[in-house]
Antibody, heavy 118, light 112 residues
């Protein structure tokens, strides 16, 4: 069965960086794009980035002003999301999602809570 | 960015009664390929979002047929024909026609 397994919760200090992983199983990793979405406490969802695991092509939300980077390791069927220069406003649950050709996310990771606190 | 506006933000419903959520986009969601990439997601408390409907009206496999989607252009609707207890949660519309992808604010469905 298709699964996206994310790395565990993180606590970071302001100014630090965080790297979240998303390991795919149950399907061919390079056949589907992976998107990253975050959700601050009590808030809606915010799209961050997209990566095509087949060729490494990426696209980012300009709202993050170059602070976000997504990469992949095809040998490990894993996508990664790096977020730098963290502030308290980056405290959120970070999700990866598998994108279908219909543009929707049919499978989601379980979420990774990132807490930024001094 | 495309702004997605949902109404209502909260919907108290009696079990077995219908519920309806509207979603309006600030620009047309018709893609140059002719498709409209509007999805509906359900998020139960403490869980990741779950895809219910894609491209306006297509139910994902396994989604009960009491969920239906409709609309076109900039106006879209999710309907639950008879609300069940397991439908409690927050519902989001999402557009995948334009970058960046954007989501509605969410509509909380709760039982009266």
């Amino acid at each position: 069965q298709v699964q996206l397994m994310q790395s565990g919760a993180e606590v970071k200090k302001p100014g630090a960086s965080v790297k979240v992983s998303c390991k795919a199983s149950g399907y061919t990793f390079t056949n589907y794009a992976v998107h990253w979405v975050r959700q601050a406490p009590g808030q809606s969802l915010e799209w961050m980035a997209w990566i095509d695991p087949a060729n490494g092509n990426t696209r980012y939300s300009q709202h993050f002003q170059g602070r976000v980077t997504t990469t992949r390791d095809t040998s490990a069927s894993t996508a990664y999301m790096d977020l730098s220069s963290l502030t308290s406003e980056d405290t959120a649950v970070y999700y990866c999602g598998r994108a279908t050709s219909s543009g929707s996310y049919d499978y989601w990771g379980q979420g990774t809570l990132v807490t930024v606190s001094s | 960015d495309i702004v997605m506006t949902q109404t209502p933000l909260s919907s108290p419903v009696t079990l077995g009664q219908p519920a309806s959520i509207s979603c309006r986009s600030s620009q047309s969601l018709v893609h140059s390929d002719g498709n409209t990439y509007l999805s509906w997601l359900q998020q139960r408390p403490g869980q990741p979002p779950r895809l219910l409907i894609y491209k306006i009206s297509n139910r994902l496999s396994g989604v009960p047929d009491r969920f239906s989607g409709s609309g076109a252009g900039t106006e879209f609707t999710l309907k639950i024909s008879r609300v069940e207890a397991e439908d409690v949660g927050v519902y989001y519309c999402m557009q995948s026609t334009h970058f960046p992808r954007t989501f509605g604010q969410g509509t909380r469905v709760e039982i009266k």
